[in-house]
């Protein structure tokens, strides 16, 4: 029982290009979400999805999109990468709509040059 | 604006000592308030929360006490052990339906002395 994984661990995107962040879950969990931290601050929500086909925006959605065709797997996209997406990206699921039984993965670290 | 805040960076405690961590929010709206503890290169794990009803919550050595007209909580470690050294955050919801919206702090870093 992996948990939440998210891959890669880091990496360097020049300023325009595209990337997408994987999240996967083996934890059979329909909540799932995408949070962002930047340097010194707090997370902050960037989409979240309730099930398979349902997402919906968090705080900071601008310059993202999401998807999610299965259960298990929650791919954040990045278009036109700029210097203000630098920050660490995590992930997270749980079985209920309640904060207290999520889950997060280890993070992605991104830095946009 | 800030409507979760943590003011300390960071605290360094000796061990078996108690640690207080503080957290101040300014959205009345907030009922409902979380604790995560987060190592380095690790997602934060949900550590212990409680609901704008209660005034205590506590589960083992963690405490955490809310203060509604203050717009005050803090978490209280008891004994502080050197696992616990790690960065705390605070986070408040509106916990109405439809609410998956959660307001972090800045985080405060904990040192646990041996």
């Known amino acids: 029982n992996a948990g939440v994984t998210q891959t890669p661990k880091f990496r360097i995107l020049k300023i325009g290009q595209s990337m997408t962040l994987q999240c996967t879950q083996d934890?059979?969990?329909?909540?799932m979400y995408w949070y962002r931290q930047d340097p010194g601050m707090g997370l902050k929500l960037i989409y979240y999805?309730?099930?398979?086909?349902?997402?919906d925006k968090g705080e900071v959605p601008n310059g993202y999109n999401v998807s999610r065709s299965t259960t298990e797997d929650f791919p954040l996209r990045l278009e036109l990468a700029a210097p203000s997406q630098t920050s660490v990206y995590f992930c997270a699921s749980s079985y209920r709509r309640n904060q207290e039984t999520q889950y997060f993965g280890p993070g992605t670290r991104l830095l946009v040059l | 604006d800030q409507q979760v805040k943590q003011n300390s960076p960071s605290l360094s405690v000796q061990e078996g000592r108690i640690s207080i961590l503080n957290c101040d929010y300014t959205?009345?709206?907030?009922?409902?308030f979380l604790w995560y503890k987060k190592y380095p290169a690790e997602g934060p794990t949900f550590l212990i929360s409680i609901s704008s009803i209660k005034d205590k919550n506590e589960d083992g050595r963690f405490t955490v006490f809310l203060n509604k007209s203050a717009k005050h909580l803090s978490l209280h470690i008891v004994p502080s052990q050197p696992g616990d050294s790690a960065v705390y955050f605070c986070a408040a919801k509106y916990s109405g339906a439809g609410s998956y919206q959660l307001t972090f702090g800045k985080g405060t870093k904990l040192s646990v002395i041996p």
């Open positions: 934890m059979n969990h329909n909540y």
């Open positions: 999805s309730v099930g398979a086909g349902i997402t």
């Open positions: 959205n009345s709206m907030f009922d409902y």
